[in-house]
Structures are given as C-alpha cells and as structure tokens.
Nanobody, 113 residues
Framework: QVQLVESGGDLVQPGGSLRLSCAASGFNFMNYAMRWYRQAPGKEREWVASITSSGGNTNYADSVKGRFTISRDNAKNTLYLQMNDLDPEHTAVYFC??????WGPGTQVTVSS
C-alpha cells in the first residue's frame, strides 16, 4: 500500500529551524514529483513547495522563498523540508503529497514564544 508519513514537526520559538521528513513506501518514489502543503488553523490548505522526481528543479510559494528548502533522497525514499527563520505565521500542519494524489497524515509545526 502507498504510504507517506511525515515527521519532524515540533514546537519552536520564532527564528528557529526545523527539518521535516516524509518517508514514502508502496510506490516508486524516485519516479514522482513531490509536494509540501500546509494548513493553518481556520485556513485552507496551501501549497508550499515542489520538487521534481530527480530533485533537479524546485519551486516555492512566495511566502517561503529564501527560508524553506525542499529536497529529497531517492535512495532513502524520503522527502525533506528544511525550514529556517520560522515565525508564528508558519504554524500549521504540514503534509507531503505525491503528484498522483497521495497524502500523508501531516505533522504539526508550532512556532510560538
């Protein structure tokens, strides 16, 4: 079965950093583009970042450019999101998604002093 499991979410202070991981199984991870999304309380889910299957190209929402970095390790079937200089506006549940529509259950990121 296809499975995506996010991890790495935590409570951090403003200005802190986190590295989220998404472990994939049940499909040929290396052949699929991947995405990160997030959903803050009371808000709709929004796209954060994308990466091609090889990892050669990335794209970011304007709100996170220069602060977040999406990457992947196809040998480990794992997607990553490095998040730096976090602020409370980044508080959300973060989800990974395979381009064909598979979603993980999400991991909570809370940025608060």
């Amino acid at each position: 079965q296809v499975q995506l499991v996010e991890s790495g979410g935590d409570l951090v202070q403003p200005g802190g950093s986190l590295r989220l991981s998404c472990a994939a199984s049940g499909f040929n991870f290396m052949n699929y583009a991947m995405r990160w999304y997030r959903q803050a309380p009371g808000k709709e889910r929004e796209w954060v970042a994308s990466i091609t299957s090889s990892g050669g190209n990335t794209n970011y929402a304007d709100s996170v450019k220069g602060r977040f970095t999406i990457s992947r390790d196809n040998a480990k079937n794992t997607l990553y999101l490095q998040m730096n200089d976090l602020d409370p506006e980044h508080t959300a549940v973060y989800f990974c998604k395979a381009v064909q529509g598979y979603w993980g259950p999400g991991t909570q990121v809370t940025v608060s002093s």
